[in-house]
T-cell receptor, first 111, second 114 residues
Framework: GQNIDQPTEMTATEGAIVQINCTYQ??????LFWYQQHAGEAPTFLSY????GLEEKGRFSSFLSRSKGYSYLLLKELQMKDSASYLC????????????FGRGTQLTVWP | SQTIHQWPATLVQPVGSPLSLECTVE??????LYWYRQAAGRGLQLLFY??????ISSEVPQNLSASRPQDRQFILSSKKLLLSDSGFYLC?????????????FGPGTRLTVT
C-alpha cells in the first residue's frame, strides 16, 4: 500500500523558521510535491523535488532524500498569511501524474 | 494563460439524488485531468484521471463515475448519492508533456449530502 506521513499540527511565531517533515513509502516514485491550502480553498503548488537535495524558492525550501523516503518543507521569516495546511504528495511514477497525498499539516502562525 | 473552472461552487443534495459536477480548462490542449476528493479530516484522494477524450481510469471503487466528452471538459457523476459522498471535490490539470509535472487545481465544489 501507499503510506505518506506528516505531523497533524504545528505552531510557530511570526518571523520564525519552521520545518514540516514528510515520510513516505510508495510503490513507484516520480517526485514529491508540496502544496499550500488555505481553509476552504484549493491547494496551490509550492515545490517539486525529484532528485536528492535542497530546492530553494524565496522564503520556502524543500528537501528530498529518496533513500530515506523523507522530505521536508522549510518556511523562513514566517508571516501570519503562512497559516494554512501544507500537503505532501508523491507522484507514483509513469507519465500519468497520479498523486498520493498525506493528510496535511495545519500550521498556525502566532503574532 | 491557463485557467480551470469548476461548478457549482457549493451543492446540497439529498441521499439518493443524482450528481453532476463539471470542470473545464482553458488555454491548453490535451491536458491530463484529475478528480480528487477531500473528506473532512482526510487527505486528498485521487478518484479518477484521464489522459484523453473518452479515456478514464478509476483509482478507487466507489459510487461515482467520470467522463471526458471533450478535450478540456471533465465531468464527475453519480446516479445515487450516499452520505459518504460528502466532501470537497477538486479538479486538477497537468500539461500533457512530462517536462512539467505540477498539477494545478480548480476552485473546488463543496458537496453536502443530507
Amino acid at each position: 500500500g501507499q503510506n505518506i506521513d506528516q505531523p497533524t499540527e504545528m505552531t510557530a511565531t511570526e518571523g520564525a523558521i519552521v520545518q514540516i517533515n514528510c515520510t513516505y513509502q510508495t510503490s513507484g516514485f516520480n517526485g514529491l510535491f508540496w502544496y499550500q491550502q488555505h481553509a476552504g480553498e484549493a491547494p496551490t503548488f509550492l515545490s517539486y523535488n525529484v532528485l536528492d537535495g535542497l530546492e530553494e524558492k524565496g522564503r520556502f525550501s524543500s528537501f528530498l532524500s529518496r533513500s530515506k523516503g523523507y522530505s521536508y518543507l522549510l518556511l523562513k521569516e514566517l508571516q501570519m498569511k503562512d497559516s494554512a495546511s501544507y500537503l505532501c504528495a508523491v507522484d507514483r511514477g509513469s507519465t500519468l501524474g497520479r498523486l498520493y497525498f498525506g493528510r496535511g499539516t495545519q500550521l498556525t502562525v502566532w503574532p | 494563460s491557463q485557467t480551470i473552472h469548476q461548478w457549482p461552487a457549493t451543492l446540497v443534495q439529498p441521499v439518493g439524488s443524482p450528481l453532476s459536477l463539471e470542470c473545464t480548462v482553458e488555454g491548453t490542449s490535451n491536458p491530463n485531468l484529475y478528480w480528487y476528493r477531500q473528506a473532512a479530516g482526510r487527505g486528498l484522494q485521487l478518484l479518477f484521471y484521464s489522459v484523453g477524450i473518452g479515456q478514464i481510469s478509476s483509482e478507487v471503487p466507489q459510487n461515482l463515475s467520470a467522463s471526458r466528452p471533450q478535450d478540456r471538459q471533465f465531468i464527475l457523476s453519480s446516479k445515487k448519492l450516499l452520505l459518504s459522498d460528502s466532501g470537497f471535490y477538486l479538479c486538477a490539470w497537468r500539461p500533457p508533456r512530462t517536462s512539467s509535472f505540477e498539477q494545478y487545481f480548480g476552485p473546488g465544489t463543496r458537496l453536502t449530502v443530507t
